[in-house]
């Protein structure tokens, strides 16, 4: 019934695509500045930024693996700063203050920017798409719950994204998530400890690639609880507009 | 007669009204109330309460995942290695965050009360014909309906 007016629309809520859904919806900026700090990139994936995101996560990963600023920062907080001067390589160690601080002021721009248009998107109020479909896939909007998907990105980072129609993003965690676990030897580590041999889940891990663990994990676990629930709201708005274009007749005759 | 049913806001609701229009009764027979969901203002600054629906979260996800890091550094030294120690500083740090979170939102908005699944988030009016009644009726409980009341027309 309700024919597309795109290019009627000026601040329009969303987009939907066949491989994601775009929001418009207010986050909080400080929320985003600490995403960015726990890893580079993850406050522009948390605003849907997900190009410029995996960007920065992917330059901020390669800096710190070369500069092995990881392994610094274990021996810097376990008190052995001579052996944290040692392992520093200092080629491009200094880019990474630039990376960092570029990818935080960024995210809370464009935090700020997006709540501005999520204001003006809300008051528009335009029409939204609930779904799509094309040759590479099909979206729609449905309700999802936020708890399983917070459930699936514990399983598997990026399965959570999966399940709220990020496929890019979802994409991208799974190989950011796989790569990360397997260079740092986590799962091995997972089966020594659970076996109660914590000296060989020790031994086992590459300290350097382990410490990329809890952000990627935590945050794929945060950010698919967050898109379930704003996908939720997002259902909730374009049936409240389905119902007022269609069931609201002036020739409804009122009981009273 | 009249049929008021009260609905969340999901795919069964549409069904709903597919299937009644289904047995016969037209479009503008069909009144559809949308409600305003309660708490979903629109200030630009005071989002973690109001606006995106994860005040619960966002506490216990940052202090889980610094405590968690600290977790896993302080594993390389400490006897139980990094899985357990971040495991711990994971489960301690959200628990902190997300207790922390609830005490300020109890605080801060305890006036606002908080939105509950069971609410009605959508009503339906619908006027037919006496013998229709059970039919529409029996279709709106089909289709998940939370309430159906029936009111006799004047």
Known sequence: MQQSQASVIRRPKSAISTYSVAIFHLRNPFVTVWWSLAYPGFGHLRLGSTIKGVFFFVGELLINLHAKLNLAIIYSFTGNFAMAKQVLRLDLLLLYCGILTFAVWDSYRVALETNKFSVLADHENGPIDPMIMGSAGLNSLDKRNPWLAVAWSILIPGAGQLYCLALVEAFFMMIGGISIMYFSHFLPAVHYTFLGQFAQAKAVVDWQWLLNIPSFYCFSIYDAYVKAVELNKLFDQEQAQFMRNNYQSTTFKMPI | ?154
């Open chain 2, 1 to 154: 007669m009249y049929l008021i049913a009260s609905f969340h806001y999901c795919l069964h609701t549409e069904i709903a009204i597919a299937k009644v229009e289904e047995l016969g009764i037209k479009k503008e027979q069909i009144l559809g109330v949308p409600l305003e969901i309660r708490g979903e203002n629109r200030n630009i600054f005071d989002t973690i309460h109001h606006a995106d629906g994860v005040s619960m979260f966002d506490g216990g996800a940052i202090l889980g995942t610094a405590s968690m890091v600290l977790g896993v550094i302080y594993g390389f030294v400490l006897p139980w290695g990094p899985i357990i120690c971040g495991l711990a500083g994971l489960v301690g740090g959200f628990l902190i965050g997300f207790l922390l979170d609830l005490f300020f939102t109890r605080f801060k908005h305890s006036k606002q009360r908080r939105r509950d699944d069971k609410d009605a988030e959508l009503f339906l009016m619908i006027q037919c014909e006496p013998q229709q009644v059970d039919q529409v009726k029996k279709t709106l409980w089909d289709h998940l309906a939370l309430g159906v009341a029936v009111l006799p027309e004047n």
